[in-house]
């Protein structure tokens, strides 16, 4: 691999291997860039040293026209820009080319027409069903047959660092009438999302062998969850307000070409899933995962639950074929989000709602307080790094959002 001419720190989640996209503001609008250490490759203002269809699609203030292009475009653009950061190419790149990433402001990296969030970890069914139905059987009959999901609000879609407001909704507690109040459930949803590139025409499903072919890249997503909003109106048509209120997604969208050395093989599925959910390729991501929380009182954020993105049991290659099976289309910039990525322990769950049992068993903070769920000036954070032997460790930064008093 090449050596990068632009310093990159030790054990940063930017290496020349990574280069994820994403729109900056320097101060005078937003400008699509890709990260490099602690800096940031302005690729309007190289421009001229990129491919000239790549290089109009490179000068709008969002990813989607170039996410058009597709895959070979964007192999080419990598390699273009490699050259420019390992070679004697890098002497000649003009002045401002670079800026500090702690010098910009980033925005959200493309435009969700669409965003889906799917329920493919295994072990978050299993919980949330026990809590949410403890009457019945945790999985519901359909779950090992096909990825479950539900079309979310892509507007209220916003890029890490935008504060969430808590929302209000109706709340249903037992044996007394709803009635309209902030949540007192806010929860997190610690989860991962692709980005997709070229669409499909409407009426032609996306084989899966072919889902390579439309997915762009992958983001960290923080779905943020109301679940008392949620327990009262979800039955029967799923989730609505309880989490169209804000989705928080990191600001890099870390590209398939640099997460190919992590992809691996997805846990055996039982019973086999039907063929056009089936795929020899490895589709899952040895992705590591952790949430992190600071309250206002605490001196230092903590790590409150750690788990890893390979064991989920529906992959991006099958959610993006079940997804469009239908002959539904997808288009450049949509988002689809896992689900919420837990394992099999309690340190590895991916929501407070999992990690709290319910509230059971409140999560102590070093400030002296303790969380069932959120509160007003809390400040979560979830990172993704992958890191295997023999290979360069990337990162995806951080996605952080924080909490803050709603309207009223
Ligand atoms: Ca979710």
Redesign the pocket.
């Known amino acids: 691999m090449s050596t990068s001419r632009v310093p990159v720190p030790d054990g940063s989640d930017f290496p020349i291997e990574n280069l994820p996209y994403g729109v900056f503001d320097p101060g005078e609008g937003s400008r699509i860039g890709v990260a490099i250490g602690a800096h940031v490759l302005d690729l309007p203002a190289v421009s001229g040293r990129l491919p000239s269809t790549v290089a109009e699609a490179l000068a709008a203030p969002t990813l989607n026209p170039f996410l058009e292009l597709g895959r070979s475009a964007w192999q080419e653009t990598r390699q273009r820009i490699i050259g420019l950061l390992s070679t004697d190419e890098f002497d000649r790149l003009p002045d401002g080319a670079l800026h500090e990433i702690e010098s910009v402001d980033m925005r959200l990296p493309f435009e969700p027409g669409d965003y889906v ?1 799917f329920y493919s970890s295994i072990e978050h069914a299993t919980n949330l069903g026990k809590m949410f139905r403890p009457d019945s059987e945790a999985l519901l009959p359909n779950w090992r047959h096909l990825p479950v999901g539900y079309h979310g609000r892509s507007s209220s879609v916003v890029v890490s660092g935008t504060a969430v407001r808590r929302p209000s909704g109706q709340l249903k507690p037992l044996d007394v009438p709803p009635a309209y109040a902030p949540t007192a459930e806010l929860d997190v ?1 610690l ?1 991962v999302g692709f980005v997709t590139g070229p669409g499909n025409a409407l009426g032609e499903p996306i084989p899966i062998e072919r889902a390579g072919d439309h997915i762009f890249g992958l983001v960290l997503v923080n ?1 943020w ?1 109301a679940r008392d909003i949620q327990r009262w109106e979800y039955q029967p048509l799923g989730p609505f307000l309880g ?1 169209s209120f804000a989705t928080s997604v990191s600001p890099w969208v870390v590209t398939l070409e640099a997460l190919s050395p992590f992809l691996t093989a997805a846990p055996d599925q039982d019973p086999p899933p039907l063929d056009y959910l089936r795929t020899p390729e490895n589709w899952a991501v040895d992705l590591e995962l952790e949430v992190v929380i600071q309250s206002p009182g605490m001196d230092e954020p903590i790590v409150i639950s750690r788990t890893n993105f390979s064991r989920m049991y529906w992959t991006m290659a099958q959610q993006l074929a079940h997804l469009t099976s239908n002959g539904t289309n997808v288009r450049p910039g949509d988002l689809y ?1 896992s ?2 990525v837990s394992g099999a322990d309690p340190g590895s769950y991916g929501s407070l709602i999992e990690m709290t049992w319910g509230g059971e068993r409140p999560i102590s903070l070093t400030d002296g307080t303790d969380r069932r769920f959120l509160e007003d000036g809390d400040t979560v954070i979830l990172r993704g790094w992958c890191d295997r032997p023999g290979e360069v460790r990337i990162g995806f930064g951080e996605c952080v959002g924080t909490v803050v008093a709603g309207p009223g």
């Open positions: 969030d949803e989860e779905d969850s989490k989000a689900g919420t």
